[in-house]
């Protein structure tokens, strides 16, 4: 009964562990902007990483874009999360998000 025990505490802590890594971000785009291949209309979004890719969920309709992208850490944590973008031909893009809390950058590409 002792080693039952044991292996459903290991179970359940990694378990934890693993919802505990998938970490949300909030992110508000006051306007469209293109992420990837993805087209984001404004609105407020919760962004989670999944690997290599970035899953933008739509806070109203629940919505997912993905995007592919490069984490890359910084040498300290970001104190807010923050979207860099540039316009291209009227085009908001983005191309990198500072994670707060967090010293990773996510970087973005066509």
Same mark, same amino acid.
């Given at each position: 009964?002792?080693?039952?025990?044991?292996?459903?505490?290991?179970?359940?802590?990694?378990?934890?562990?693993?919802?505990?890594?998938?970490?949300?971000?909030?992110?508000?785009?006051? /306007?469209?902007?293109?992420? @990837?291949?993805?087209?984001?209309? $404004?609105?407020?979004?919760?962004?989670?990483? &999944?690997?290599? !890719?970035?899953?933008?969920?739509?806070?109203?309709?629940?919505?997912?874009?993905?995007?592919?992208?490069?984490?890359?850490?910084?040498?300290?944590?970001?104190?807010?999360?923050?979207?860099? /973008?540039?316009?291209?031909? @009227?085009?908001?893009?983005?191309? $990198?998000?500072?994670?707060?809390?967090?010293? &990773?950058?996510? !970087?973005?590409?066509?």
């Amino acid at each position: 009964m002792k080693t039952r025990s044991l292996l459903l505490v290991g179970i359940l802590a990694f378990a934890g562990l693993c919802v505990a890594r998938t970490k949300t971000y909030d992110i508000t785009l006051t /306007s469209a902007a293109k992420v @990837g291949s993805a087209m984001l209309p $404004a609105g407020d979004y919760k962004l989670r990483v &999944e690997g290599a !890719e970035a899953v933008f969920t739509n806070e109203d309709n629940a919505k997912k874009f993905t995007a592919p992208v490069k984490i890359q850490n910084t040498a300290k944590k970001h104190e807010e999360t923050a979207v860099q /973008s540039t316009t291209q031909n @009227g085009t908001q893009i983005i191309q $990198a998000i500072e994670l707060g809390g967090s010293p &990773e950058t996510l !970087e973005f590409g066509e």
